[in-house]
């Protein structure tokens, strides 16, 4: 779903307030002062959003301004979304947690609305923002204060194939069908984590063979039995000869403990399964109860933390 919007919809001295609104819609509570001070009279912004499962990215062309979420912000509201700015055209600087990320066209920078930030931009500008629930990502990466507010380059590795990606989602976006969304949506955010782990802060020491070795056995395993809703770090353990402790050591450099890589795997199963055209009959809870949950409450409160709205949103998208 595409939606365009912009201060030529308003008369001139209420574009900076009708754009402050814009943006607290869109992404979440901030305020927006004008760089130069008499500038408010013409400003000028728009912002085309495109929803995908999952993922929204959006378009931001605007005038100059200081955009800021503060602590009244965050106390107001309980946002957990990471942004993702990619500058298209002119300068921007990210900053957030004693950082400044100063970005050209094609870098990109991280921040998490859970925490005060500020976004500067001295020119004209554009960005591609990307948007997603904070336990997604906290769910593919480790200390990601670590992350923020750092420039990530355009201009080779991930950084180079997630702008290739951004550029050809642009053009195609409305035209995806929802299982098609869904898998460009995992494919971005798998693009943005390689990007944000060449970050000096991501580096972890490399597991030793065995170690790996195990981690993909227990993992392999973990899919295997998803519909088993006695599944445990317990059960596993018995069935691969190991003990508990020792599959909480091989999990250890992971951003997820064993129980909660089997909670994810179940969600992103469930994800798949609510997008699928051959399972539009077939109702929410039996869906979940097939990938192993046995309580329909809680999976319904895990999925919308995971993915920022109910199962039952998420499945509207296959009719949008």
């Given amino acids: 779903m595409t939606q365009l919007i912009s201060t030529d919809a308003v008369s001139r001295n209420q574009r900076l307030a009708y754009w402050t609104d814009m943006i607290c819609n869109v992404y979440v509570q901030l305020g927006c002062d004008p760089v130069h001070e008499g500038d408010t009279g013409d400003f000028e912004g728009s912002i085309r959003q495109h929803t995908l499962p999952g993922l929204d990215v959006s378009v931001v062309s605007s005038a100059p301004q200081k955009v800021m979420r503060t602590p009244g912000h965050i106390s107001r509201s309980s946002d957990d979304y990471f942004l993702v700015s990619i500058q298209a055209r002119g300068h921007g600087v990210v900053r957030q947690d004693g950082r400044d990320a100063v970005l050209s066209a094609g870098d990109f920078a991280l921040y998490d609305s859970t925490r005060p930030y500020q976004l500067l931009f001295d020119e004209a500008f554009e960005q591609i923002v990307l948007k997603l629930p904070g336990e997604r990502l906290r769910s593919e990466l480790r200390d990601t204060e670590a992350l923020t507010a750092t420039t990530v380059s355009g201009r080779e590795g991930a950084g180079h194939l997630l702008l290739g990606m951004i550029r050809t989602l642009r053009e195609d976006i409305d035209t995806l069908q929802p299982a098609s969304a869904l898998a460009v949506a995992h494919g971005v955010q798998n693009i943005l984590v390689a990007g944000l782990q060449t970050l000096p802060a991501a580096r972890a020491p490399a597991l030793s063979n065995l170690t790996a070795y195990h981690?993909?056995?227990?993992?392999?395993?973990?899919?295997?039995?998803?519909?088993?809703?006695?599944?445990?770090?317990?059960?596993?353990?018995?069935?691969?000869?190991?003990?508990?402790?020792?599959?909480?050591?091989?999990?250890?450099?992971?951003?997820?403990?064993?129980?909660?890589?089997?909670?994810?795997?179940?969600?992103?199963?469930?994800?798949?399964?609510?997008?699928?055209?051959?399972?539009?009959?077939?109702?929410?809870?039996?869906?979940?109860?097939?990938?192993?949950?046995?309580?329909?409450?809680?999976?319904?409160?895990?999925?919308?933390?995971?993915?920022?709205?109910?199962?039952?949103?998420w499945r509207q998208r296959v009719q949008q």
């Fill in 215 to 313: 981690l993909a056995r227990v993992k392999r395993r973990i899919d295997e039995q998803l519909a088993d809703p006695s599944l445990s770090v317990g059960t596993l353990a018995a069935e691969l000869g190991m003990s508990v402790s020792h599959i909480h050591r091989v999990f250890k450099s992971e951003p997820l403990t064993p129980s909660q890589y089997i909670w994810e795997r179940r969600l992103e199963a469930c994800s798949r399964d609510l997008l699928e055209p051959r399972l539009a009959g077939r109702p929410v809870g039996e869906i979940a109860y097939a990938r192993g949950f046995n309580d329909a409450a809680h999976f319904s409160r895990a999925f919308r933390e995971r993915f920022g709205c109910s199962p039952r949103e």
